[in-house]
């Protein structure tokens, strides 16, 4: 089992960046393909960027191209989400997720969950 805790979420102006962070407790994040996915209120769960194990391949959602970043720090057990140039449809609470492929872009649910943390930009 992984259990995975985000930190970095609050309130930003638009315009304004935030950095999430994403630790995992008892298995080292270095294991795992992970990703960070968003639900804002009244909308499914999306995809927001994955990462590989070896931090060589990511993915983007089209929506946050250009303006988030994912990165992953395996000496330090953790995976980031820079996010620059937010934006009120950002709003959401976003999911860290782990899972137990190489590379995985999203496009199924992953092996782990984290508990969330919300993200609010106001215009």
């Known amino acids: 089992q992984v259990q995975l805790v985000e930190s970095g979420g609050g309130l930003v102006q638009a315009g304004g960046s935030l950095r999430l962070s994403c630790g995992a407790s008892?298995?080292?994040?270095?294991?795992?393909?992970m990703g960070w996915f968003r639900q804002a209120p009244g909308k499914e769960r999306e995809v927001v960027a994955t990462?590989?194990?070896?931090?060589?391949?990511?993915y983007y959602a089209d929506f946050v191209k250009g303006r988030f970043t994912i990165s992953r720090d395996n000496a330090k057990n953790t995976v980031y989400l820079q996010m620059n140039s937010l934006k009120p449809e950002d709003t959401a609470v976003y999911y860290c997720?782990?899972?137990?492929?190489?590379?995985?872009?999203?496009?199924?649910?992953?092996?782990?969950w984290g508990q969330g943390t919300q993200v609010t930009v106001s215009s």
């Open positions: 997720a782990a899972s137990n492929a190489a590379y995985y872009s999203g496009s199924y649910n992953p092996d782990y």
């Open positions: 008892r298995r080292s994040v270095s294991r795992f393909a």
């Open positions: 990462i590989s194990v070896s931090g060589g391949r990511t």
